[in-house]
């Protein structure tokens, strides 16, 4: 999670080994959708 979502900033992330990116804020009603919707993109 990260408040940086400039798409440098995200392929900087992804370049360390983040899977995906989830931006702050996000709705905490749909973050499990969110994280397992990055999980089955990876």
Do not use: H, Y
Not at 3 to 19: D, Q, R, S, Y
Not at 21 to 41: C, G, I, Q, R, Y
């Amino acid at each position: 999670m990260t408040a940086k979502t400039e798409e440098n900033e995200i392929a900087e992330l992804k370049a360390l080994g983040a899977i995906g990116v989830v931006a702050k804020p996000f709705n905490p009603m749909s973050l499990s959708d969110t994280v397992k919707a990055v999980w089955d993109n990876r």
